[in-house]
């Protein structure tokens, strides 16, 4: 059993990973494509080929955990050196040199975008593999399945919060004058932002690597499974095999696609759609208040259903996405009626943002809990060979969902401009120049879209899962006759 204070460190740890990544995934395409000027067809390409490339990092990390032994574990070296790395890596992403040409600029997001995920799988993997080597399954495992989740909610939540409050005026505070050969193409508010994401990714990636180090120097690795392991053609075998791993793996890549189109695309339709001189500060409260409902659903709505209501885990996912659904089928029908206040869009937002509160501890459970069944199927307990397969799902998923908003960007013909008589005010109405068609399209990709995929996801977890509570526990009952 684990102590408060490794509990607390290892939730700290949730907190600064997950940071990171909601910087990376919410705000790299806004980064290069809309201050940058970076194509929104070339930036789709490349967040995709990115994913593609991490089918095959992605699981060799897995199976080099596995094989790693030290005198301090097997997971505490990767975590510094993955969170060390990535800490560079993020910060070289969000500080491209504003000299680059075209050309420049699609290469250089291409090399830190793939090494990103790369040196991101090297702490991720790990981290996650730790559920099931320290809890033996049941209320164990779901508490400090939790606990990870919500604390990796907060780190969502603070960078969702932030990020467009603090970017702007580090931007105005450290940006300076936009240098002559520059001014045409950063005027106004884009220099401020280019300047403010570069100091503010900095701030994120110190963060990181203090809550890391705080990690890996509190928490002891006090129980992990002696295994066989795998080659990578047994790797394959062994998740081909267990078939609820691959049925939990699908379900979070579609989950995961609905939401990261969403998260690629608000931003969009804040500036572009609701429009006004102040857009960021509407979009800024949007997030707040979906980010905290988002850590409200994980700590409060998740026990309320499984302890309150007594609503099994399956049932649980059900009513979580059927909230998702109803906040985009609120949001269109807002925007559609001409609704152009905030306030009212924080009600699809609620409901969206608590269903993914939810499904982040739900399918992390689902997932932990595919270990014990590959143990007892197949006699192996593959934890990080599984995990691993996490982490590639989430960054697949985010990397399609970002190819569909970036073509969609396209389409729709949705990026800054600024005329001459704005060229230095950091305040301009974006909106004011987008057709209606164009805002109409907009609204159809961020909520019809994940609709559709949130029930291609519930068919196939509906149709291929077999791990019911009870399952579990005779499961878990088994292993520990077995032992």
Request: glycine share 8%.
């Amino acid at each position: 059993m684990l102590g408060a204070k490794e509990k607390a460190s290892y939730g700290l740890g949730a907190v600064g990973k997950d940071m990171v990544y909601m910087l990376s995934a919410s705000y790299i395409l806004y980064y290069f494509q809309d201050i940058m000027g970076v194509s929104a067809v070339a930036m789709g390409i490349i967040l995709l080929v990115a994913r593609i490339f991490d089918a095959f990092n992605d699981p060799v990390m897995g199976v080099i955990v596995a094989k790693t032994k030290t005198r301090w574990g097997k997971f505490r070296p990767w975590l510094l050196i993955g969170t060390l790395t990535n800490a560079v890596v993020l910060f070289l992403m969000f500080a491209a040199p504003p000299s680059l040409d075209p050309k420049g600029l699609i290469a250089y997001v291409a090399v830190t975008y793939i090494l990103w995920g790369v040196t991101y799988t090297m702490m991720d993997i790990p981290y996650w593999s730790m559920i099931p080597a320290f809890t033996e399954g049941g209320k164990d495992r779901e508490v400090l399945t939790t606990l990870a989740r919500s604390c990796a909610g907060v780190g969502s939540a603070i960078i969702s919060i932030a990020t467009m409050i603090v970017v702007p005026r580090l931007g105005e505070i450290l940006g300076g004058i936009v240098p002559a050969e520059l001014s045409s193409r950063f005027p106004g508010g884009q220099w401020s932002e280019l300047v403010g994401f570069k100091y503010f990714t900095l701030g994120v990636a110190l963060l990181f690597i203090i809550f890391t180090l705080i990690l890996c120097l509190s928490i002891k690795e006090k129980s992990t499974v002696d295994m066989k392991t795998p080659s990578m053609g047994e790797m394959f075998r062994a998740l081909l095999r267990n078939d609820q791993a691959v049925c939990v793996v699908l379900t979070i890549v579609v989950v995961n696609i609905a939401l990261y189109i969403t998260s690629n695309l608000v931003i969009y339709f804040f500036k572009y759609d609701l429009g006004g001189t102040n857009w960021n500060d509407g979009y800024a409260l949007f997030n707040m208040v979906g980010g905290g409902t988002q850590i409200l659903a994980m700590i409060l709505l998740y026990p309320l259903l499984r302890n309150g209501l007594k609503l099994s885990n399956t049932k649980i996912f059900y009513v979580s996405v059927t909230m998702s659904i109803m906040g985009y089928v609120a949001l269109l029908v807002m925007a559609s009626l001409g609704v152009n206040s905030v306030v009212p869009f924080l009600i699809p937002g609620v409901l969206v943002m608590a269903s993914a509160g939810v499904n982040n501890v739900i399918i992390t459970i689902f997932l932990a809990n595919t270990v014990d069944y590959g143990d007892l199927k197949n006699s192996r307990r593959d934890e990080s060979v599984i995990f691993s397969m996490q982490t590639f799902v989430v960054k697949l998923a985010s990397g399609v969902a970002a190819f569909i908003a970036s073509i969609s960007l396209s389409v729709l013909n949705l990026k800054q401009t600024v005329d001459e008589a704005a060229g230095e005010s950091v305040n301009i109405d974006f909106s004011q120049g987008v057709s209606d068609a164009s805002k109409m399209g907009l609204r159809m990709v961020m909520t019809l879209i994940p609709i559709l995929v949130l029930i291609l996801g519930v068919m196939i977890f509906k149709y291929r899962f077999v791990l019911t509570d009870e399952k579990v526990e005779e499961i878990s009952s088994e292993l520990k006759t077995r032992k």
